[in-house]
């Protein structure tokens, strides 16, 4: 069974950064993609970015791009995204996500997703 922890949410001011971490278990990810989305209160869920995990092709967002980087570590099966140049409008809960899809972009493109962790940017 598959399962995804993320960690390091918090509160930073304005074009402060934070670094997320999704720890995945439950699996071999070889032929998974990792997805980070966002869910703002009242909106819906958003996308962020994804990697690839063999190969490590990344996609973002348009509204993180040049902001956020997406990266992996295959030896800790652990998937980041540091943020930096934060905005109020980045606050949301983010989730990590995983699927065998290979461009997936849409929520229900993913099959597995964590419980999220709350990110809040005041200004």
């Known amino acids: 069974q598959v399962q995804l922890v993320e960690s390091g949410g918090g509160l930073v001011q304005t074009g402060g950064s934070l670094k997320l971490s999704c720890a995945a278990s439950?699996?071999?990810?070889?032929?998974?993609?990792m997805g980070w989305f966002r869910q703002a209160r009242g909106k819906e869920r958003e996308f962020v970015a994804c990697?690839?995990?063999?190969?490590?092709?990344?996609y973002y967002g348009d509204s993180v791009k040049g902001r956020f980087t997406i990266s992996r570590d295959n030896a800790k099966n652990t998937v980041y995204l540091q943020m930096n140049s934060l905005k109020p409008e980045d606050t949301a809960v983010y989730y990590c996500a995983a699927t065998t899809v290979p461009w997936p972009l849409r929520v229900d493109e993913y099959d597995h997703w964590g419980q999220g962790t709350q990110v809040t940017v005041s200004s």
């Open positions: 990697i690839r995990w063999i190969g490590g092709t990344i």
């Open positions: 439950g699996r071999t990810f070889t032929r998974y993609t």
